[in-house]
């Protein structure tokens, strides 16, 4: 026995979940399939020892979209704002420096040497971004090699654990510069905007990012089936039949929110020129270690520069950003050390602990160690250009456009209006 509906949606992540959101507000009919027992994707809080840690985001923006979803699921009291203002660090050449968020930090900060300064003053005169080169080269030739490995390279890099080296302009980087309006000059487009980078405060909830995801998923509750994987897709009429494990939905539309390896068999019947191109997405292998240290530390974290040779890319200061006592997250591996995760917890604690009391100076314990994966956003991205769905099919996913939170919550709501605008007589999609 099959159900019918008009969209069925496969995945209840955060995309998966606002999906579901956004077309239960605008009424339309639609069912979204879980494999795993619990809603929310790679978004997951968890308590170790009694500390609050998380596994996925550490952190969003609470953007204005952010805000009025926030409002909307009644979460306001839970929100937790980072204090404003704290620093982020680069750890370079044997400690922290504090990384310029305007042109007159910049100028007075000790990041990069006075000649790197110079250097990156002369960049309104390089030529604009081209799509064929790779990140790496076109922040070097804009910026000068300093300036890339010690703030432009680890901040960006770090996104996605990848090396800007083996990402391409026209693939990743060039999303965000459309998003921020460079056109040719990054410096003039920062003095356009008053010389200053001033993005939203950043935010969790008081149990930790899984409160956004737990709301989106109680407020569609009786849409979302969980412990059901989906394991094949069929033409069915004029729409597809969606067989998971516990039942087969018959709907109009397929909304795929998978990571890439899963939306590859899904679609190996289906649409198998794309299923084989989407197979070829890199994934960069992450471990994630929570650490319990005393310190004086103040500061959202710290990235490091890429002229250091540390397995570590990265480190969160839970404890100050909103008050997790004692804890820090490390991010070990990524591309340029993709060896880590196959090395023991033990090993991947005692390398996290020692390159923790190398950059800060601080002794500190693992907590727990986990292994990760995000898109790469890197050069195997060609393989998706020109791959085209059959009608009634699409993906919304974090490899296949913005992977940030907000830019999930956006996808998910643009695709809930055109669904809702195609399914015809449904109220608009409010929020
Ligand atoms: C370690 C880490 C740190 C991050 N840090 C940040 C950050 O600080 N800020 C930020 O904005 N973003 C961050 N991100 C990115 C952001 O968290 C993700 O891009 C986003 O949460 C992905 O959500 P999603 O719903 O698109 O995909 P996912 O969360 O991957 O959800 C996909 C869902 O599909 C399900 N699924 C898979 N196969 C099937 C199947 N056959 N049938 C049914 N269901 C299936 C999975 O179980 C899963 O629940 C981070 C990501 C990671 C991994």
Redesign the pocket.
């Known amino acids: 026995m099959s159900e019918r509906t008009v969209v069925a949606v ?7 979940l606002s999906l579901g959101y956004h077309l239960a507000r605008a009424g339309v009919p639609h069912v979204v ?4 027992g619990r ?5 997951r809080s968890d308590r170790v020892e009694g500390h609050l840690v998380e ?7 609470l953007t204005i979209a952010m805000q009025q979803l926030v409002a909307e699921l009644g979460l306001g009291p839970r929100v937790l704002t980072a204090p404003s203002g704290l620093p982020l660090y680069v750890y370079r050449a044997g400690r922290l420096r504090e990384v310029p968020f305007s042109v007159g930090q910049f100028l007075r900060s000790d990041i990069v040497s006075f000649w790197a300064k110079l250097r990156a003053a002369a960049e309104p005169l390089t030529a604009p971004a081209r799509d064929d080169e790779s990140v790496a080269d076109y922040f070097i030739r804009k910026l000068g090699r300093h300036v890339y490995e010690n703030i432009a390279g680890p901040l960006y890099g770090g996104l996605y654990a990848s090396d800007p080296a083996e990402m391409v302009v026209g693939l990743s980087l060039r999303h965000l510069l459309r998003e921020v309006g460079v056109e040719r000059s990054l410096l003039a487009t920062l003095l356009r905007r008053g010389g200053a980078v001033d993005p939203p405060p950043a935010c969790s909830f008081i149990d930790g990012m899984e409160e956004l995801p737990r709301a989106l998923y109680e407020s569609d509750r009786a849409n979302v089936v969980l412990e ?4 094949g897709l069929e033409a069915s009429g004029r729409g597809w039949r969606v067989e ?1 494990e516990s039942r087969t939905v018959e709907a109009d539309r397929v909304i795929l ?3 890439a390896r ?1 939306a590859a ?2 679609l190996a019947e289906a649409a198998p020129t794309a299923a084989a191109a989407i197979r070829r997405l890199h994934y960069n292998p ?1 471990a ?1 270690v929570h650490l319990r240290a005393h310190t004086e530390l103040v500061g959202l974290g710290y990235q490091v520069s890429l002229a250091e040779r540390l397995a570590t890319r990265g480190v969160t200061f839970n404890d100050s950003l909103f008050d997790r006592e004692g804890v820090y997250t490390a ?1 070990l591996g990524g591309s340029r050390a993709p060896e880590v995760v196959g090395w023991s917890d033990t090993e991947i604690g005692t390398v996290a602990v020692r390159e923790f009391q190398q950059v800060t100076a601080y002794e500190a314990r693992p907590l727990w160690v986990e292994r ?3 898109p790469a956003w890197d050069a195997s991205w060609a393989a998706l250009i020109g791959i085209s769905l059959p009608p009634g099919l699409r993906i919304a ?2 490899w296949e456009s913005r ?4 830019g ?1 919550l956006a996808q998910a709501k643009r695709l809930a209006e055109e669904c809702a605008r195609e399914a015809g007589g449904h109220r608009p999609v409010s929020a």
Do not use: C
């Not at 399939?33 to 795993?36: I, K, S, T, V």
């Not at 596994?55 to 923006?61: A, D, K, N, V």
């Open positions: 496969v995945g209840a992540g955060i995309t998966g399939l879980e494999a795993e809603p929310g994707g790679v978004i596994w996925g985001p550490q952190r969003t923006r059901a994987p989906v394991l998971s929110t998978t990571p899963a068999r899904l992450l994630v991010y990760e994966a995000m996913a974090n992977p940030g939170l907000p999930r």
